[in-house]
């Protein structure tokens, strides 16, 4: 029987390392507009961010948004909406997505109080379902369609 990693490869997924975590996230590093960071993979995040502090390491536009953020015990966030990102995680690459900008001080601070690195964003659901992702949780791998 083929290994789950060659079978996705000849369905043209390609295969990314994750780190597990003291916290048990998956944290997997990303490309955005060519710059390098570090992000926690969520699939319970219905949006990929970034900590509003980021917009100009990540050379991000950005306009105001209404859409308000919630997540890992605070509600009602402000946000900013930057579009006409390009994003590379491994060798897959996405142009013109967008990202929510929010303030992440309550996730890294969640984070580091258990040990972990803080992070620069969340990669959430909207990019996981472009790229057809597939968890190989036993593994610590990642896998996006091209």
Known sequence: MASLKSFLKKKNYICIPLT??????????????????????DTGASNT???M????????????SEI?????GA?????????????????WLKKKHKIVLFDLVHVNEALTSHQAMPVDGIIGADLLKKGKAIIDYKKTRLYLKQ
Request: charged letters at 25%; a positive charge.
């Open 20 to 41: 597990l975590t003291a916290t048990n996230h998956f944290e997997i590093k990303v490309s955005i507009n060519g710059v390098e960071g570090l992000f926690i993979l």
């Open 49 to 51: 961010c970034i900590g």
């Open 53 to 64: 502090d980021k917009i100009d390491f990540f050379k991000l536009n950005s306009k105001e």
């Open 68 to 72: 308000k953020a919630a997540g890992a």
């Open 75 to 91: 509600t009602e966030m402000l946000t900013k909406l930057s579009t006409k990102n390009k994003i590379e995680i491994g060798k």
